[in-house]
């Protein structure tokens, strides 16, 4: 087991090794580097920018280094805690992520919870009553669920709120309660909010959850140990929960990896359009204005989160599941 | 003859009849090649049938959008701004019944407080759909053809089934226009990631060993990467200055090369099992070369499961697209595709006061669930066991 973890960790390094590598080549691919564009917004505010001062910044991201030495420079930076700087807010990138990624993470894990919540029961029923009314409805609905994209189904919740009721979903907070510390208050306003967007991310997923969940326990329930256990009179619903059940879930367990990607991608476009205090309005202006540092460090860390993610969920099967073997 | 015949006799020959005809379907059924039989299968899948049928409508359209728009793309019209969609009616408003279908003609009017175009209708005249009318001008089906007759129009004034965008532009046709970009970009996506992933997949499968892992890891590596973030910072960085032909190209490279890795996995675990095969060995004795193995022993023996692979993998590039091209990473106007037409509907407050520009979501949702159900059915009709 320690060997495993140990060698998890070990290719996890790697992985986050290439994901660095890919969120360089992002930061260089746009034409002209940082100080380039950052010149130009100065150029374009009436500022000017002294000699001196560009080279300090010059050598300070190495830009004056061939390809390779400055993203050795740039890792080293990122290891100093230094992402570099972000021109368009003019602040260190790193204290734009503090400031949004752990919102992302919020919501990313609120939706994995609710994706879970949702669909067992759900996948559950639909596989005890297959071909029920039922059965179909959740079955229509998701095969919905998964065409519609995160953006669509987020303007078209604003739109039916906007046009019934006359109130507007987006953002987490009501304005009132941007700028104020943590309150009871403001919490409640949190809860009211934050079912928007978790609903929307969460759609796609809990569909590919029913679907899976679903195939899985009627696979099950055909075997022959659950035949046994009903002729020798055991009760439908501990029949159902102690053994099919717990196999079923095993698999959707194990989805949880690739889930995480997803929901993370859903949480990004769907912050862009719900303009949520995450990850995803700022990475989506950063693109649109060549920030490249911003940009390129998002794409790490969003990257890196996943990865984590994975690893843990992984960890998490093994420890659950006994019969995974540690090779 | 049959009065004559006592009922057991008459039970005895058609018990005969049955059991005949159910010989002769047995013989059918065994005689029957792979395609056949999955078509059977396929058949009663009715959902599946239908979305097949509304997929293959999809792409009919696509390639006669020309034929079936009733005006050009880019044709403006200022005394229609934001017009909404005109309801197409067989009864009228005293009730009577014609066959031919109509709409009734916009009156504008500009609000005096608001200034904006206010449009009701007008119920004193009828316009009058026609089918197959002749234009004045020619205009060039699928670049080849001259025609000049288009599927619907109208005597007098124009028909805005899906009404008309901020610059009077009939979203109907925009939007039917726009599913040839979509529709074709999902096609074009999956065969590239379909390409690359029978590469390395096959490599992957059929070699085994190091290479095996290592391209393992990779498929790992990129899977586990969130996409669209992905997707977005690599399509950012398409040069401005690119053409409408060339960032085409660059989104639909960019969307294969992150997707490619699902179906290779696919590749990979089919051939690790078919390779085990005593005909693999055989060929392998007899002197085949490798690629020969690969391409006209294995390859066939697992093309059912990449046909339902390749089709469960078009929806993702459909929705990618869609998503770059609403949040303007992607395709750029002028180009219409579903993704461009739907960044009009970016602000939802545009959006409660004209929501027929939503209808391009409707095409996308519409499809890619068609394609969904039609990949269900392939996948049951394709699974032997089943």
Known sequence: ?327 | MADFLSGEEQQAEQQEERSLKAQIEDQEYYTASQKELVWQRFKKHRLALFGASIVFLFYFTAIFAEFIIPYRIFERDRQYVHAPPQRVRFIDDQGQFHLRPFVYPLSTERDSRTFELVFTEDKSEKNFLYFFVETEESYSLMRFFEVNTKLFGSENGRIFLFGTDSLGRDLFSRTVYASRISVSIGLIGVFVSFILGCIFGGISGYFGGKIDVLIQRVIEFLISIPRIPLWMALSASIPQDWGPLQVYMAITIILSLVGWGGLARVVRGKLLELREEDYVTAAKIAGARESTIIVSHLLPGFMSYLIVNLTLAIPGMILGETALSFLGLGLRPPVVSWGTLLQASQNFRTVARYPWLMFPGIFVVTFVLCINFMGDGLRDAADPYK
């Open chain 1, 1 to 327: 087991m320690t060997e495993y973890f140990i060698k998890r960790i070990f290719y996890m390094i790697i992985v986050i090794a290439c994901v660095s590598v890919l969120a360089f080549i992002v930061i260089n691919l746009p034409p002209g580097d940082y100080l380039t564009s950052h010149m130009r917004e100065l150029a374009m505010e009436g500022g000017t920018v002294s000699e001196a001062q560009i080279e300090r910044l010059r050598a300070r991201y190495g830009l004056d280094l061939p390809l390779y030495q400055r993203y050795f420079h740039w890792v080293k930076n990122m290891l100093q805690g230094d992402f570099g700087r972000s021109f368009t807010y003019n602040r260190p990138v790193r204290e734009l992520i503090i400031e949004r990624l752990p919102w992302t993470i919020a919501i990313s894990l609120a939706t994995m919870v609710f994706e879970f919540i949702v669909a067992v029961p759900i996948g559950i029923f639909s596989a005890v009553k297959q071909y029920s009314i039922g059965d179909y409805i959740f079955t229509v609905l998701g095969f919905i669920g998964l065409a519609i994209p995160n953006f669509l189904l987020a303007i078209v919740l604003m739109y039916i709120f906007y046009s019934q009721f006359g109130v507007s979903i987006g953002g987490l907070f009501s304005s009132e309660y941007i700028r104020e510390p943590w309150s009871l208050a403001k919490f409640l306003n949190l809860l009211k909010h934050i079912w928007t967007p978790i609903i929307v991310i969460g759609t796609a997923g809990t569909a590919g959850l029913i679907r899976t969940l679903r195939g899985v326990l009627l696979d099950e329930l055909q075997k022959k140990y659950v035949i046994t256990a009903r002729a020798k009179g055991l009760g439908e619903k501990k029949l159902l929960f102690k053994y099919p059940v717990r196999v079923a879930l095993n698999p959707v367990f194990s989805t949880l990896g690739w889930m995480l990607p997803a929901i993370v991608s859903g949480e990004v476009i769907t912050a862009i359009v719900l303009n949520l205090p995450t990850t995803g309005p700022v990475f989506y202006n950063a693109l649109m204005d060549q920030d490249m540092y911003l940009a390129g460090s998002f794409v790490m860390f969003l990257t890196v989160l996943t990865v984590v993610g994975t690893l843990v969920s992984d960890l998490l099967l093994v420890w659950a599941d006994p019969r995974i073997r540690y090779d």
